[in-house]
């Protein structure tokens, strides 16, 4: 079964504008991670935040934390069109390599 | 260092068949999962391969088996195929220190039952 959710499900926006996307999960966890898929290929790994985090940056990407909530969010600034994709949150629990996954969000970029 | 590799790309099988699926994991990683991504149920996990013993194991009937050798590539077998099992077949290596590290994925198998 996946984690929990994500939020939107698809999200539309002009190139140049910042994109955010947020995601909820059930557990507690030792990190989250968010992965991009383009078209139905593998993933690639684009951040991972552990549980003692609040917020991490990675180039263009943001990601914030939240433990408390469950929540996580990943913002990407200065969207481009090469970002078109789903992006994909999964959680770690100690113990094991298991990836929870939540259900995407699809991201369009607009040129 | 050459990505995780799986082979073939592209299957076409029919119901009662079976298929295997190989991984061939990033050089001096040890541990292989795998994964099953449909549009109706999303990313899955399968199980997970460490040392040539299954470490972990998702939710899924007997019918989906894995092995690893000892070079750590992986295999994945799914016996009397249903048209259910048509799906993106992923799998993700790491080096395994089991505390829910990156994982690197392939490019998957896309499995077609019809």
């Known amino acids: 079964s996946q984690q929990g959710e994500e939020d939107p499900q698809a999200l539309s926006i002009q190139e140049g504008e910042n994109a955010t996307m947020n995601c909820s999960y059930k557990?507690?966890?030792?990190?989250l991670q968010w992965y991009r898929q383009n078209s139905g290929r593998g993933l690639v790994h684009l951040i991972l935040i552990r549980s003692n985090e609040r917020e991490k940056h990675s180039g263009r990407l943001r990601v914030t934390l939240d433990t408390s909530k469950k929540s996580s969010s990943l913002l990407i600034t200065a969207s481009r069109a090469a970002d078109t994709a789903s992006y994909f949150c999964a959680t770690a629990n100690f113990g094991n390599e298991k990836l929870t996954f939540g259900t995407g969000t699809r991201l369009t970029i607009i040129p | 260092k050459a990505g995780v590799t799986q082979t073939p790309r592209y299957l076409i099988k029919t119901r009662g068949q079976q298929v295997t699926l190989s991984c061939s994991p990033i050089s001096g990683h040890r541990s292989v999962s795998w994964y099953q991504q449909t549009p109706g149920q999303g990313l899955q996990f399968l199980f997970e391969?460490?040392?040539?013993?299954?470490?972990n194991k998702g939710n899924f009937p007997g019918r989906f088996s894995g092995r690893q050798f000892s070079n750590s590539r992986s295999e994945m077998n799914v016996s009397t195929l249903e048209l259910g099992d048509s799906a993106l077949y992923l799998c993700?290596?790491?080096?395994?220190?089991?505390?829910?590290?990156?994982?690197?994925f392939g490019p998957g198998t896309r499995l077609l039952v019809l």
């Open positions: 993700a290596s790491s080096l395994g220190s089991a505390d829910g590290e990156t994982q690197y």
């Open positions: 557990t507690s966890i030792n990190n």
């Open positions: 391969y460490f040392s040539e013993t299954q470490r």
